[in-house]
């Protein structure tokens, strides 16, 4: 068993949509959670960034953790062509320098 | 500011040849990381450096080595390349912003084909 899991989709929406994205993990020690976008044929760039349960929100992003489930989320509100790319969520320990990708979803935004 | 940048962009090596992936960082990280992206698996970690001086080995270092130059510098050689290793490679460096904790930041990859 992966210790992140991700669905890889593909998650096709019209343009305006809520897009939902989610990762679950095994290892209750991590304690960060990220969330990074690529585009293709780029490296993953950092959207969010948080490391307790709850919400954070940042423009039309929302990043959810839920720690007793084992459970992250990212959301896109009013989604828009320009958010087409792969989300990977990534987990990190405390005091560790390695972090834990999930195999990334792939999100097409349909003008 | 350039980030993280890494060579060549491209590059198709036969069976056993050698090469090396060059990265570099001018954002004064202390650790660096070398990951390899293939459809499906998501990312996974090669090598990294903790620190100037100081190399360790990810989930997937066979076939691979890797050079802590300087503070700046982590290159990533393949001795003798095998189809297997036919991938996208991602360097990257691990820093703290006002916006996040210690995280990692990611170049533009390089892509390699093994035939």
């Known amino acids: 068993q992966k210790e992140v899991e991700q669905d890889p989709g593909p998650l096709s929406v019209p343009e305006g949509a809520i897009v939902s994205l989610n990762c679950t993990y095994s290892n209750s020690a991590f304690q960060y959670f990220m969330w990074y976008r690529q585009y293709s044929r780029k490296g993953p760039e950092l959207l969010m960034y948080t490391y307790s349960s709850g919400n954070k929100e940042d423009g039309r992003f929302t990043a959810q953790v839920d720690k007793s489930s084992k459970y992250i989320s990212l959301f896109i509100r009013d989604s828009q062509p320009s958010d087409s790319a792969t989300y990977l969520c990534?987990?990190?320990?405390?005091?560790?320098?390695?972090?834990?990708f999930g195999a990334g979803t792939t999100v097409t935004v349909r003008a | 500011n350039a980030g993280v940048t890494q060579t060549p962009k491209f590059q198709v090596l036969k069976t056993g040849q050698s090469m090396t992936l060059q990265c570099a960082q001018d954002m004064n990280h202390n650790s660096m990381y070398w990951y390899r992206q293939d459809p499906g698996m998501g990312l996974r970690l090669i090598y990294y450096s903790a620190s100037e001086g100081t190399t360790d080995k990810g989930e997937v270092p066979n076939g691979y080595n890797v050079s802590r130059l300087n503070k700046r510098e982590f290159s990533l050689r393949l001795e003798s390349a095998a189809p297997s290793q036919t991938s996208v490679y991602f360097c990257?460096?691990?820093?703290?912003?006002?916006?996040?904790?210690?995280?990692?930041?990611f170049g533009e990859g390089s892509w390699l084909t093994v035939v």
């Open positions: 990257a460096s691990r820093g703290r912003t006002p916006y996040s904790g210690n995280t990692i930041y």
């Open positions: 990534a987990l990190q320990r405390s005091n560790d320098y390695k972090l834990s």
